[in-house]
């Protein structure tokens, strides 16, 4: 994209989850500065030292601090997205918001979706922040993958959005990440089934103990 930085200002809500940790170690490792946050702060830096990484780019704050940022992303569970986005809607204004959750429920059965009033999580996201420029992508990668920095995650993204300038920043955002793509699915409306299907692969992670992803055939590389 013409006139992009090179490396951006990258913010996480709810990002001391093994999700945010993932996404977030991966883009500081790529360069990009890292607003870890989190409702407590001080959680947020005991993250950072969990970790133990060399990467210096990670901050750990709170989330009204992390929406500082130029692009957000929300990595909180389902159950917590309205109360986390809820308070923090006029701070996300215009922002990039790129949701990477999934709408589902666990039992001792395993992940099931939930279905949604709005269609899905990612419509959700976007009632309660009406003017921010809303991408659903990052549902379906392993956090155990992101972790391993000396290993390339060698998935595709499936991403969603009605914002073709917001999507294709996101999409480059992907390819920062050694072995990662991005794949356009189409707007906002499907990211109900690409939601579903992360329960899908977290069921078939834990029957064959793997990290499955997905990998879309026929587009260049």
Do not use: W
Request: charged share 25%; net charge negative; glycine share 10%.
């Amino acid at each position: 994209m013409p006139g992009r930085p090179a490396r951006r200002l990258i913010g996480f809500l709810g990002g001391t989850g093994p999700q945010g940790r993932g996404l977030g170690l991966r883009l500081a490792a790529a360069g990009h500065r890292v607003l870890l946050g989190s409702r407590d702060p001080e959680r947020a830096s005991a993250v950072l030292k969990e970790l133990r990484s060399p990467v210096g780019a990670l901050v750990g704050v709170g989330n009204r601090e992390a929406c500082e940022a130029e692009v957000v992303f929300v990595t909180v569970p389902y159950a917590a997205q309205r109360d986390t986005l809820a308070p923090l809607g006029d701070a996300l204004d215009d922002k990039i918001v790129v949701t990477c959750v999934n709408a589902l429920a666990f039992d001792e059965r395993g992940p099931r979706p939930v279905r949604v009033e709005a269609g899905s999580a990612a419509e959700e996201c976007a009632l309660l922040l009406p003017r921010a420029r809303i991408v659903s992508a990052f549902h379906d990668v392993s956090a155990r993958r992101l972790l391993h920095l000396d290993e390339p995650v060698g998935i595709d993204v499936l991403m969603c959005g009605d914002d073709e300038d917001a999507k294709a920043e996101v999409a480059l955002l992907a390819a920062d990440i050694p072995g990662m793509r991005a794949v356009d699915a189409g707007p906002l409306r499907l990211s109900a089934p690409i939601e579903d299907l992360t329960a899908v692969l977290m069921s078939v992670n834990r029957r064959y103990s793997i990290h499955a992803g997905i990998c879309v055939d026929g587009l260049a590389r």
